[in-house]
DNA sequence: TTGTTTACTTACTTATAAGTAAGTACCTTT
DNA sequence: AAAGGTACTTACTTATAAGTAAGTAAACAA
């Protein structure tokens, strides 16, 4: 059982990135093979179909962002969303990537059912952990707004989202001003 | 000079309705021909390269936006914000569409330099447009907001972009939410 | 009424995509 | 040392993509 090589691990981050900067229906596994130097064929030896691949890169993601806020649960609420925004944007800073829960909302009518279904998994998943956040921080008298925190929760993860796409078309200050405005908004 | 059918406008609004539903590099001509009732080829006559139906496809859109901001220029403030909320709302309702800015952002890598640059233009217009709605509704005490309006404005304009995404995922209810927040946001 | 332009169709080319079947070399286990 | 599995490569198939050259029928202008 033990791995021999780290091709499938390469194929698993290439794939990522591919999907985060050119998305899922234009990723190849030319390009893929290619990238790596390997063959067409050894990357369907590893992920027999593009839907296989798909499926595990947004598991693998949902995984990583499960582990993140479980390590981070212990800092303080400010911190725990300073940590969320800062991750976001380390996708500006390679390639002008966007974020995988994006790139799999605006490819959504492309995807696979399998993809579609863990997409939205993914996007419950973040905006819930955003509505525990605020429901938390405000009864704790740490973060100041209006209204439901769901509603405050969707604004958040959607503006984050649009941001970095939006900075691909001008510029990463944009994201930046995003954030400001974010944090702006949940102080006294 | 007259035009003796209207198989480039068909072209046209199914072009834009698929950009939005699928994406540019999904966009086929084959799909454009075959739900026109026509050949592959003549999509071709009317649009020579892909490239020139996704330029215009945006252009027009610029135009269409410039036209609507200058027809509900003299509604009150509270009134325009909401004609574009609902305006962005329709996408959702057919197909589960998404924005073009939106939709050009997310394939942005994929897209020939002419079309990146008139979907730059057109979100600079429309960020533009909303600073100086927010900028004028705040010095007449018309809307309430911390901060400066260019970064209040990244934020309405990314959330509702992104909203419109995560829709796809999570209902149509989360843009909803996204709004009415936006908008209790503002008040005083 | 003849010639020209418009709006196509037919038939094709070239490129690239996902996916597969069969073969091979190395590694591990027995 | 023999047998089996792992991780590939080679060589292929089928489908679909953008784009083009040449032909055609109807509308229009002279």
Redo the contacts with the bound molecule.
């Keep these: 059982?033990?791995?021999?090589?780290d091709?499938?691990e390469k194929i698993m981050e290439l794939g990522t990135d591919l999907v985060e900067s050119i998305g899922y229906p234009s990723?190849?596994?030319?390009?893929i093979?290619s990238q790596l130097?390997?063959?067409?064929?050894?990357v369907?030896?590893?992920?027999?179909?593009?839907?296989?691949l798909g499926l595990e890169i947004l598991n693998t993601a949902i995984g990583s962002f499960e582990k993140m806020i479980s390590n981070i649960s212990s800092l303080g609420l400010w911190e725990q969303l300073d940590t969320f925004f800062k991750s976001y944007r380390k996708h500006l800073e390679s390639n002008n990537k966007i974020c995988l829960i994006g790139a799999s909302a605006s490819d959504y009518q492309e995807l696979p059912e399998s993809m579609q279904a863990a997409a939205s998994e993914y996007l419950v998943l973040v905006k819930g952990w955003f509505v525990e956040l605020l429901r938390e921080g405000r009864e704790e008298g740490v973060f100041h707004f209006k209204g439901e925190p769901k509603h405050k929760a969707a604004v958040i993860v959607s503006a984050l989202a649009g941001g970095l796409q939006h900075a691909r078309l001008v510029g990463n200050l944009h994201y930046d001003e995003i954030v400001e405005q974010l944090v702006e908004d949940l102080k006294p």
Tied chains: 1, 2.
Excluded: C, D, V, W
Aim: hydrophobic residues 25%.
């Design positions: 059982m033990k791995a021999r090589t091709t499938k990723l190849s596994y030319q390009q093979s130097g390997i063959k067409n064929a050894a369907h030896y590893h992920f027999p179909s593009k839907e296989s």
